[in-house]
C-alpha cells in the first residue's frame, strides 16, 4: 500500500504540471479567486467498521488524527485530511512527509481486524480554490447549495461539477480542495477560468 515517490533524477508530475500559470487581474489588485494545483498529494480510500472502538483506536493513533463520525465530516491535523463519505468509507489526503511510515504501522496493527485500504494517488488530481467569490464560481455549475450556513468549515460531499465527479471538502469560510480523476483535470479547470471570467482570478502552480 505504500506510495514513496523517490527519484534523483525524475520529478513527480501530475496532470496538470505542464499547465501554463494564468491571471486574469492587472497589477496589485485583490483577487477574487486564486486556483492552486496541490501536486502530488497522497490518497487512500479506507474501509473498515466504523462501529468497531478498536478501529477506531488503531485510525487514529496510527495516524495521529481524530477519525470522523459522521458521513460528509471532515478532520485536519498536520497536512492531512480525513473525509468520512459513507458510513463506513473514508478518504485520507495527506502531503505529510510521514504518511508511509503512518500508513504501515496502520497495517501492522490492524491485521486481526477487517478492513480494506487502497492507494489511489496516482488515479486523482488535487486542487484548491479559495477566495471570496470561490462558492459563487463553484455554485455555477454544482447542484448543492453551498451556502456558508449549508456548507461550512469541516464539511464534504461527493458531488458533481460541471458534470465532472468530484469530491469537494471545505477547510475554511472560502477555502476548498476538490479532487477528481485525471483524466478530467485540464478540462475542470478550463471550466473553472471560464466560469471566473468575470473574476479577478489567478491560477498558480506549487
Known amino acids: 500500500m505504500e506510495f514513496n515517490f523517490q527519484s534523483k533524477s525524475t520529478d513527480g508530475k501530475t496532470s496538470i504540471s505542464e499547465r501554463s ?9 485583490e483577487l477574487d479567486v486564486v486556483i492552486k494545483n496541490d501536486g502530488l498529494v497522497n490518497i487512500y480510500n479506507l474501509r473498515g467498521n466504523q ?15 481524530n477519525m470522523p463520525n459522521k458521513t460528509g465530516s471532515l478532520e485536519i491535523n498536520d497536512g492531512k485530511y480525513f473525509l468520512q463519505v459513507s458510513p463506513d468509507e473514508w478518504i485520507i489526503l495527506s502531503n505529510s512527509n510521514n504518511i508511509d511510515k503512518q500508513i504501515l504501522d496502520f497495517e501492522k496493527k490492524i491485521k486481526k481486524i477487517h478492513y480494506a485500504l487502497t492507494n489511489l494517488t496516482d488515479q486523482y488530481q488535487v486542487i484548491n480554490i479559495s477566495g471570496e467569490k470561490s462558492r459563487w464560481v463553484l455554485s455555477k455549475g454544482c447542484s448543492i447549495d453551498l451556502d456558508p450556513s449549508v456548507f461550512g468549515p469541516k464539511v464534504c460531499c461527493q458531488t458533481t461539477l460541471a458534470l465532472t465527479d468530484i469530491t469537494l471538502c471545505c477547510i475554511s469560510k472560502n477555502s476548498f480542495i476538490l479532487f477528481f480523476r485525471n483524466s478530467f483535470a485540464n478540462y475542470l479547470l478550463d471550466w473553472i477560468e471560464d466560469a471566473s471570467f468575470d473574476c479577478k482570478y489567478k491560477f498558480v502552480q506549487p
Do not use: A, H, P, T
Open 51 to 65: 462501529r468497531s472502538s478498536v478501529f477506531r483506536k488503531v485510525v487514529q493513533s496510527s495516524l495521529d488524527i
Open 21 to 29: 500559470e494564468s491571471i486574469n487581474s492587472i497589477g496589485n489588485e
